[in-house]
């Protein structure tokens, strides 16, 4: 009998980590709270190691194409639109800075479709009360939760997944200690149904304050505008969000007036960003395995938490369901995941808030050595730099 797996979160950590198991013969089962599947209205920018782990889960190049169009980190700018980086122009699909502009929601059907294709059960309004992670040789996992049609359910698993994201119940119940910590910063993000204005991913830094513009379709403009502000920050509805928004970044350069001039009040969303200091101890306990944002949370300074969900999960089916079928313990295939995820992703951690330091998180007072500094940095070095992260390959199959 195949072996079996319950993944809790159906979001891009989850349906990756399905998608692998699945591919590796396992039945797959995955939980999501929501009543509905699906992702908000927000951007994302596919690095070439998030597109590779996109055809370790079997998507091809036409349909990573489809997802959005070709475009690269044009470098960063100051809040007036002066150059402080420039980075090469329109570079090839292998180079570093080459990205994929992509609609969340459109990138989350493409996995939700590779996951049903491949039999993955689907459950929603599946809320996680509890979580007995079991032993490799030992007790099964237990996964228990509601929404069943005679009520709570407790589903019985050789592998649980904790892939339900920053908030997440698994790693409640797994690790107690782990606490989230607020970064000071909240993000407004939007997608708007326009071309955008240049075709490369523009950053524009200022005094506790980031904004980013970037194609993600022919006729579909993704922003998003960083800034510190206390947590939980009440300012109203959509359109006060847009007002707060456009009052923040008065002043800045063109492009960013331009695009918040043409910006719709309904779309505009915020969340205040939390993340994980240092990750989780360990990503294994007992039966089950934590990905994503469940066990790596880090500040959106890198642009790798996509990504990193992405690795994850191809991780789970290449490294753990293809250890174990090819004649691992689950002991052994969990602790290779372990040793190949942890110190990457606490790498990308540690880069992401010294990322933050040195950039959006810096105030006023240290904006002009900052930036006279970066106009000193060769570009092509600065490129070269990104090599180890954009580098990453999925490992080969046992």
């Known amino acids: 009998m195949a072996p079996t797996a319950v993944v809790v979160g159906g979001g891009i950590a989850g349906l990756a980590s399905a998608i692998a198991l ?10 999501e709270r929501a009543r509905e599947l699906g992702e908000v209205g927000a951007g994302v920018a596919l690095t070439a190691n998030a597109v590779a782990a996109l055809h370790g889960l079997g998507l091809d190049e036409e349909a990573v194409a489809r ?4 475009t690269w980190a044009t470098g960063t700018w100051d809040s007036h639109g002066r150059p402080l980086l420039r980075l090469p122009d329109d570079p ?3 180079a570093a800075t080459a990205l994929r502009g992509v609609h969340r929601a459109r990138l989350h059907g493409a996995l939700l479709s590779r996951a049903r294709e491949l039999g993955v059960e689907v459950v929603t309004s599946a809320r996680v009360a509890s979580v007995d992670p079991g032993a490799p040789g030992g007790a099964p ?24 994201g920053v908030r997440s119940a698994v790693r409640a119940a797994l690790f107690p200690q782990a606490r989230l910590a607020y970064s ?19 950053q524009f830094w200022g005094p506790h304050a980031e904004f980013g513009i970037m194609p993600v379709g022919a006729e579909a403009t993704y922003w998003y505008g960083y800034v510190r502000m206390p947590e939980g920050t009440v300012l109203g509805g959509p359109g006060a969000e847009l007002a707060a928004a456009r009052e923040r ?37 007992g039966r089950a395995v934590m990905v994503g944002d469940a066990a790596h949370a880090t500040l959106p300074t890198m642009g790798q938490g996509a990504a990193t969900a992405l690795e994850d999960g191809v991780c789970v089916g290449r490294v753990v ?3 174990v079928g090819a004649g691992a313990a689950l002991d052994e295939a969990l602790a290779a995941f372990d040793a190949a995820r942890r110190p990457r992703c606490r790498a990308l951690a540690r880069a992401s808030v010294a990322s933050g330091r040195f950039g959006s998180h810096l105030g006023p007072r240290w904006q002009g050595l900052r930036n006279a500094l970066m106009r000193l940095a ?19 199959l046992p």
Do not use: C, I, K, N
Request: hydrophobic fraction near 45%.
């Open 92 to 94: 090839g699909a292998g």
């Open 22 to 31: 699945a591919s590796a013969g396992w039945r797959t089962t995955t939980l």
């Open 321 to 323: 369901a293809a250890g």
């Open 67 to 70: 997802l959005g169009p070709p």
């Open 184 to 202: 000071g910063y909240s993000s407004w993000r939007a997608v708007l149904p326009v071309e955008a204005a240049h075709p490369g991913l523009l």
């Open 378 to 396: 060769p570009a092509a070095a600065v490129a070269r730099g990104a090599d180890p992260v954009m580098g990453w390959r999925p490992p080969a």
């Open 141 to 164: 996992a237990v996964v228990r939760h509601s929404g069943g049609a005679g009520g709570d359910v407790a589903r019985e698993a050789d592998l649980v997944v904790g892939a339900d």
């Open 249 to 285: 970044f008065a002043g800045w350069a063109p492009q960013v007036q331009e695009v918040l001039a043409a910006t719709p009040a309904e779309a505009v969303l915020r969340h205040d960003v939390h993340h994980l200091p240092g990750g989780l101890p360990r990503y294994v306990r």
